[in-house]
């Protein structure tokens, strides 16, 4: 059923930074919103040319909607010391999408493991903190092809339902394309053929046609 279909995650807004320092050391975390490997490797060789002279940029990220596509990397720190702490973080702050490099400069004094694990969890967890949240949906893509005659219509009934209209084209054959939410899409498509038709979503099954108008998925999202 769609109702457990999970189409909603977090993702940060827009980039953010953060700060750690500890024995002279100091730890500047960047935070960014990513949403594939190649904005994940723009953004390393950004902050490497930010950076020339450090020695560590460890980082951690996670892509799609529950987090399937991710990585967590020490760049030469202890094993399980930097990568998986700052992953861990994205964890805590249950976010996806996300990419946090921490740029390390050393200062003489060394931290051993546990004070590794907590100057990059913290730094990490300062430049989340410091980002905004905002909620990503994802949606499948449906275009309604319609007569030309039933086009006032059709946007009327479109339009009730309150659903994103991201594309209409009015020439020889008029056609509008809406971005419905997953979990919404079977209920939707229901009401949505029962008002076209003008008749009750009882009267509505998987094989119901509408004769002025075709409803086919384009476009699906991919998590």
Known sequence: MNKL???????????????YKEKGSKFLSYAYPVQNVEEVEYYQAEVKDLHPKARHFCYAYRIGIDGKLYRANDDGEPSGTAGKPIHGQLLSHDLSD??????????GTKLGASGLIHAYKTATHEALSAGTKEDRVLSDIYRLTFDYAEMGHVLNVTKSFN???????FEAVPFIEIEVPRSQIDQSLIELKAKLLQISTEQIDEKTMIPFCKIEKIIESDD
């Open 5 to 19: 279909i999970k189409d909603t995650y977090q993702v940060l807004a827009s980039s953010s930074e953060g700060e």
């Open 163 to 169: 659903l994103n209209i991201i594309s209409k084209t």
């Open 98 to 107: 996300t990419l946090v490099i921490v740029v390390r400069y050393f200062g």
